[in-house]
């Protein structure tokens, strides 16, 4: 069974500049997060999905990110424009539904480095 | 709110050595526990859970109890290897706080030598 792919592993932008990452989750996943992990931290949740709903995103920069699963499968977070603080790894992770939320399968992640 | 603090890192052991990770944690409500480990490239991983209070997780080895009363969950593993080297996330999850989302701490990373 594959993993949540993630793409691309790596970005390197000037800030100023748009960015997008992509994420397909685990085929049969309903629930799709998005994480920002900064350096020496732990994940935090930007945004949660059940199928094309966002059902959390108090967490999200509205101002300059955005997120989108528009067919409840893959999901696009995007980035307009960056800052030097965006500088961090993006997480996907999916989870069977709400209720195995415990267990969420994780992305390797997309390491973004904005100059 | 709720949060979870872990020892700093990093922990560099030798095979075979004795291995605990302090994790301790604030919540409101009544959480589940978890630890998830990060291996070199890869996605974070479920490596286990408790989910009430003196419930014990386990996995490869690794042991951790729901200690209520020191509001700790602290990862144990009597002979660590090689190839447990990673780094090593608590995390809990608040059903009565937190919209019920994954909190996690800021991660120890383990070293092991041979």
């Known amino acids: 069974e594959a993993g949540v792919v993630q793409s691309p592993r790596y970005k390197i932008i000037e800030k100023k500049q748009p960015v997008a990452f992509w994420c397909n989750p685990i085929s049969g996943h309903n629930t799709l997060y998005w994480y920002l992990q900064n350096l020496g931290q732990g994940p935090e949740l930007l945004i949660r999905?059940?199928?094309?709903?966002?059902?959390?995103d108090s967490q999200l920069p509205k101002d300059r990110f955005s997120a989108e699963r528009l067919k409840g499968v893959d999901s696009t977070l995007k980035i307009q424009p960056a800052e030097l603080g965006d500088s961090a790894v993006y997480l996907c992770a999916s989870s069977s539904g709400p209720q195995a939320a415990d267990t969420q399968y994780f992305g390797p992640g997309t390491r973004l480095t904005v100059l | 709110g709720d949060s979870v603090t872990q020892m700093e890192g990093p922990v560099t052991l030798s095979e075979e050595a004795f291995l605990t990770i302090n994790c301790t944690y604030t919540a409101t409500g009544y959480p589940s526990l978890f630890w998830y480990v990060q291996y070199p490239g890869e996605g974070l991983q479920l490596l286990l859970k408790?989910?009430?209070?003196?419930d014990k997780g386990s996995n490869k080895g690794f042991e951790a109890t729901y200690r209520k009363e020191t509001t700790s969950f602290h990862l144990e593993k009597g002979s660590v290897q090689v190839s447990d080297s990673a780094v090593y996330f608590c995390a809990l999850r608040d059903y009565g706080g937190s919209q019920g989302n994954l909190i996690f701490g800021k991660g120890t990373k383990l070293s092991v030598k041979p």
């Open positions: 408790a989910t009430k209070a003196d």
């Open positions: 999905y059940e199928n094309e709903e966002a059902v959390d």
